[in-house]
């Protein structure tokens, strides 16, 4: 099994910073290809994604990237059971990087119930006893899960282009430029260290659209476990139809909104997001605008995701946190597993 030991898996630093290298890692083993075909050829009705927190992250963000490709339903489940539409016609892929989280585990024996076809990507754990094992990605232990994000996605996101029948991705090439990406980040009008100072003693809300939805989740739940901070995440062009409302009461809260701004917007998404920055400013609430020139949309998803992980380990440093644990999680989980 490829391996992690260039990281400092004490370092959460360390573990953004070598976002590049773990999605090179290239978790997509041959055993799990040849299953995937096979179970492409009996045709796929759906594909459910199952996973919580850090797990269920990479799963979020394969769905938006697909939504204009893919022809059958791709859905992303955070839950203990299962929609009921989910059949045995679907193929469930259950993410969790323990192995150990009741909600996947449980997600998972509702999809076995149902005769579901089932994949599993984990480090081992129950989930790992449970599943087939020729349907399984063993993960590379040691990360913290929100950490490991590229590692999984670089297994999931080629079983789901196997399995809705879409030309591969190039993850290597991809992980090359988001390398070069580092140092300057290409541009962008404000390094991480900025933002995070910025972000002080702020509520940060990260807006984005299309694929970049689930991307400004991921950033809100990283500023949480990370930086130990709320946070919030909204979308384009929801907001337009209630939080621009809430903007009336930016004077009275820290409210610091961060848009993600894409590179595929067109004319109606760019006027809606100036539009919105115009209320949002007439309201005392200064929106960031944060822009890259990215080659795809896969790149400016995790782009941005690398980025904005670089921002709350950053900010964990300023606010003089651990970034690396998260001791109420565990506490949380302790408590519904007794
Ligand atoms: C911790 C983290 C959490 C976990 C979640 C589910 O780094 O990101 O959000 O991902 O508690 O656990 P796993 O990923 O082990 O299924």
């Known amino acids: 099994m490829k391996t992690l030991d260039s990281i400092d898996k004490t370092s959460m630093r360390d573990m953004t910073a070598k976002f590049p290298s773990m999605l090179r890692l290239d978790v997509f083993p041959e055993s799990i290809r040849y299953e995937a075909e096979k179970v492409k050829l009996k045709g796929v009705g759906g594909i459910c994604i199952t996973g919580m927190g850090g797990s269920g992250i990479a799963g979020e963000i394969c769905k938006a990237l697909m939504a204009d490709v893919s022809e059958i339903p791709i859905v992303s489940n955070r839950e203990y059971s299962l929609p009921r539409h989910v059949t045995k016609e679907w193929v469930v892929i259950a993410v969790s990087y323990s192995g150990e989280t009741e909600e996947t585990l449980s997600a998972f024996d509702v999809a076995r119930h149902r005769g579901c076809r089932t994949f599993a990507l984990t480090t081992g754990g129950r989930l790992a006893v449970k599943a087939d094992v020729k349907k399984t990605t063993t993960l590379p232990a040691g990360l913290q899960p929100r950490a490991a994000l590229p590692v999984i996605f670089s297994g999931l996101l080629p079983l789901l282009?196997?399995?809705?029948?879409?030309?591969?991705?190039?993850?290597?090439?991809?992980?090359?430029?988001?390398?070069?990406?580092?140092?300057?980040?290409?541009?962008?009008?404000?390094m991480p260290e900025e933002l995070a100072a910025e972000l002080q003693n702020k509520i940060p809300w990260f807006i984005g659209w299309k694929h970049l939805v689930p991307v400004a989740y991921r950033a809100k739940c990283q500023f949480n476990e990370n930086s130990k901070i709320f946070a919030s995440s909204s979308e384009i062009p929801e907001i337009y139809h209630n939080e621009i409302e809430?903007?009336?009461?930016?004077?009275?809260?820290?409210?610091?909104?961060?848009?993600?701004?894409?590179?595929?917007e067109d004319e109606k998404t760019r006027n809606g997001f100036e539009s919105a920055a115009a209320i949002f400013e007439e309201n005392g609430c200064h929106p960031e605008h944060l822009n890259f020139r990215f080659d795809s949309r896969i790149e400016e998803a995790l782009g941005f995701?690398?980025?904005?992980?670089?921002?709350?380990v950053m900010l964990a440093e300023i606010l003089g946190v651990d970034p690396l644990s998260v001791e109420r999680i565990a506490q949380l989980k302790r408590r519904l597993r007794d």
């Open 161 to 190: 282009e196997l399995l809705i029948g879409t030309e591969r991705s190039d993850l290597i090439s991809i992980a090359d430029a988001l390398e070069r990406l580092q140092p300057d980040w290409n541009g962008a009008s404000l």
């Open 246 to 264: 809430g903007t009336l009461s930016c004077r009275n809260h820290p409210v610091s909104p961060v848009f993600l701004r894409s590179r595929e």
């Open 305 to 312: 995701t690398m980025y904005l992980d670089r921002v709350s």
